[in-house]
């Protein structure tokens, strides 16, 4: 995505701070930017906006404010990168584990902009790209389960061998145009269902 076709929310109670980011974000080539110097409503105002990227500046943040924001920034699945004149160890901490993807202490200086913008950009695709990488795992295994527990029922109820039991069951998720999965967590779930009537 080039500069210029970037949304970016800038999140600043300062006016003035706010508007040499601006102009630092502009130098920058970037031309949809947004300034927000009140804080409250926040997240409803991310939703209307839809920006691809969140720059926050916090002058002298205390607790409860970074806090907040750093629930913002759990819920809101952007890259943000907040910066703020002074923090400790604990705050950069939380922040990190808030998934912020530059947190950057020392204030806010124009040139600075650009480079930390790219920065949280990539580490957030970063950060992403393995979350859905962990996911898409997670899932594969899930369904492998399954689909082991659907051929397993197939074999019972049919005598099936397992190959026989795999075939049928890739056979009618192209039949269904379905995936091999929900077929067998179909079959998995019906057979849950009919389970305590068989013995009767």
């Not at 020392?106 to 859905?132: H, Q, Y």
């Amino acid at each position: 995505m080039s500069a210029g076709s970037l949304t970016i929310l800038v999140i600043d109670e300062n006016r003035i701070r706010a508007s040499i980011i601006e102009a630092g974000l502009r130098d920058a080539g970037h031309r949809h930017v947004t300034v927000i110097h009140d804080v409250g409503g926040i997240a409803r105002r991310i939703a209307e906006i839809e920006p691809d990227v969140i720059v926050i500046d916090l002058e002298n943040p205390n607790r409860d404010m970074l806090e907040n924001m750093f629930q913002l920034s759990r819920a809101v699945k952007r890259p943000i990168a907040m910066f703020v004149d002074r923090s400790d160890q604990a705050s950069i901490e939380a922040a990190v584990d808030a998934g912020v993807s530059a947190y950057v202490v020392d204030g806010l200086k124009k040139e600075r902009i650009k480079p930390i913008l790219d920065m949280a950009i990539s580490r957030f695709n970063a950060f992403s790209r393995m979350a859905r990488e962990l996911e898409d795992a997670r899932s594969e295994l899930e369904n492998r389960k399954v689909i082991d527990r659907a051929k397993g029922i197939l074999m019972k109820s049919r005598g099936l061998s397992e190959e026989a039991a795999y075939t049928l069951l890739r056979k009618t998720a192209m039949n269904q145009n379905r995936k091999i999965a929900e077929i067998a967590q179909s079959l998995v779930t019906a057979a849950g269902l009919l389970g305590p009537l068989e013995g009767k």
